[in-house]
């Protein structure tokens, strides 16, 4: 199995406070991305990042932001966060670009926004 | 609008029979196709691929076609196992860029 932890597992918050959800990886792959699940939608790409600073938008990255200063670590932060980013939350990486690589997947966080 | 569909959000089959899990993609300029598998409570799991120079590719029980004229693609599993009941995600990219597409998932049950 490829090292990838996510932390932490579950996270119940309120409505407007700030969450911070980590992955950290020990195959010191390059690409690393921020994935989100919800019935019907499969899995979204928030943001994603190609190298330490290097990061990027996904196709649903309004109300997050990423930060990556280490290989291992990539940080996905909710500023506010609000009932519609309830979700199952999924760390990736990559040794090169999804598009023609495998992707390895982390455990998954569950968040919920009351 | 979503550019890869799985039309079918769930599928039963009998253990020992195939599976054959469906999904159509909009954008003619994907070049490569991916299907993961997830089961509860962990993260998806790369399966199969295939890039759009070929047509069929194999692994074991599982194999991938691809029709570019009717932009589908089938996963086919002979024979089916209860160890394959997960969702499976269809995925497409464009290799020029860093990102894959995910659709919407298909949730397989093989019955024992």
């Known amino acids: 199995d490829a090292g990838i932890t996510q932390s932490p597992r579950h996270k119940v918050t309120e409505t407007g406070t700030p969450v911070t959800l980590r992955c950290h990886q020990t195959?010191?792959?390059?690409?690393m991305y921020w994935y989100r699940q919800d019935p019907g939608h499969g899995l979204r790409l928030i943001h994603y990042?190609?190298?330490?600073?290097?990061?990027d938008k996904g196709e649903v990255s309004d109300g997050y932001s990423v930060s990556r200063s280490k290989t291992e670590d990539f940080l996905l932060t909710l500023e506010s966060a609000t009932s519609s980013q309830t979700s199952v939350y999924f760390c990736?990486?990559?040794?090169?670009?999804?598009?023609?690589?495998?992707?390895?997947f982390g455990p998954g966080t569950r968040l919920t926004v009351l | 609008d979503q550019q890869v569909k799985q039309n079918s959000p769930s599928l039963s089959v009998q253990e020992g029979r195939i599976s054959i899990l469906n999904c159509d993609y909009t954008?003619?300029?994907?070049?490569?196709f991916l299907w993961y598998k997830k089961y509860p409570a962990e993260g998806p799991t790369f399966l199969i691929s295939?890039?759009?120079?070929?047509d069929k590719n194999e692994d074991g029980r599982f194999t991938v076609f691809l029709n570019k004229s009717a932009k589908h693609l089938s996963l086919h599993i002979v024979p089916s196992q209860p160890g394959d009941s997960a969702v499976y995600f269809c995925?497409?990219?464009?290799?020029?860029?860093?990102?894959?597409?995910f659709g919407p998932g298909t949730s397989l049950s093989v019955i024992p």
């Open positions: 195959e010191n792959h390059r690409y």
């Open positions: 995925a497409a990219s464009l290799t020029s860029y860093d990102k894959v597409i």
């Open positions: 954008n003619s300029m994907f070049d490569y």
């Open positions: 990042s190609y190298g330490v600073k290097d990061t």
């Open positions: 990736a990486i990559s040794e090169v670009a999804a598009s023609t690589d495998t992707q390895y």
């Open positions: 295939i890039s759009s120079i070929k």
